[in-house]
């Protein structure tokens, strides 16, 4: 089964063409280079990238997959979470083209695809991972900071969740403090290469409450304050360090709630995604919990499918098809939705065909 997917929750036009796990192509355009005078992501002009770029995408992904649109089965969107503004878009295009080539089309998850991620494989079929039910996932990105037992297909617990703000935008924002530009994950991971992580002393987010739950605002904060406390001329001379002990303070929160979860659960196999997997100091922590426990670690077998993008869509969309969770008509049933619970459109009562 070939699935057209579509992605545009933030600030990434993609569009990819699945077939079950495999990756047939995979075509993003990204908006950095248009956000980065801003320090984030400008909500206004990533709608009008997406409104830009979203019918060259489509074109491209399938010209890579060797594929006009009448060869696809199936149309596959994320309809949440992100920008309201930018998944309309996406969603509109998407209901367009189910509406004009009479096909099924597939809702997902933006967090549900990072999951399944993880799972995808190149054309030949690699690598050849099972599921194994049920499994950890957790998600670090710029806008989640997620544990979730994934029990079987579209069946999720949610363990613990972002709170306020998420790992990759508590990074992206001490960047920004320091005046190190957009984004700021990877300028930091740059800079702590060269830094002593003891140079702050820093408080490790949630580290004496039980439950799983992320939470960034207070670190932002106690990080602004030791700023304020230096001289310019001292944090010029520091950036190193500074990046360093903040970068550790957040992946240690990560790993404190990761290990937690996995003494509480007894799982033996993690899957891990999200764009801010892509430092490789945080995948080789968590390698490090996962021999010390025992625990099989996966992470997507390529260092695209990090960072948003619509082949963990179609992905996705794949086993919600085999699950029966499609549309194949009433289409403006499916909107968009800013901050959606994982799971809202994963079973099939939910799903009203015409």
Known sequence: MKILAIETSCDETAAAVTEGRRILSNAVFSQINIHKKYGGVYPTLAKRAHVEKIEPIVEKALKDAGLKIDQVNAIAVTFGPGLV?????GLNKAKGLALKFQKPLIPVDHIEGHIYSVFSQN????????????????????????????????????????????????????????????????????????????????????????????????????????????????????????????????????IDRLESALEETGVKTLAVGGGVIANADLRKKIRTVG????????????????????????????????????????????????????????????VVSS
């Open 85 to 89: 503004i930018a998944l309309e878009i």
């Open 123 to 254: 054309r030949n079929g690699l690598p050849k991972r099972d599921f194994n039910f049920p499994f950890l996932a957790l998600i670090v990105s710029g806008g989640t900071t997620s544990l979730i037992i994934v029990e079987d297909h579209l069946k999720y617990q949610v363990l613990g969740k972002t709170l306020d703000d998420a790992a990759g935008e508590a990074l992206d924002k001490a960047a920004k403090m320091m005046g190190l530009g957009y984004p700021g994950g990877p300028i930091i991971e740059e800079l702590s290469k060269r830094g002593s992580a003891d140079f702050l002393s820093l408080p490790i987010p949630m580290k004496q409450r039980k439950d799983f739950n992320f939470s960034y605002s207070g670190l932002k904060t106690a990080f602004k304050r030791e700023l304020e406390k230096l001289p310019p001329a001292r944090i010029n001379k520091n950036l190193a360090n500074l990046a360093a002990s903040f970068q550790k303070t957040v992946f240690d929160s990560i």
């Open 291 to 350: 021999r010390k426990r025992g625990v099989s670690v996966y992470f997507p077998f390529q260092k695209k499918l990090f960072n948003d993008n619509a082949a963990m869509v179609g992905v996705a969309a794949y086993f919600k098809y085999q699950n029966g969770v499609y549309l194949t008509g009433n289409f403006d049933k499916l909107d968009r939705v800013g901050r959606p619970e994982l799971g809202m459109w994963s079973k099939r009562e939910l």
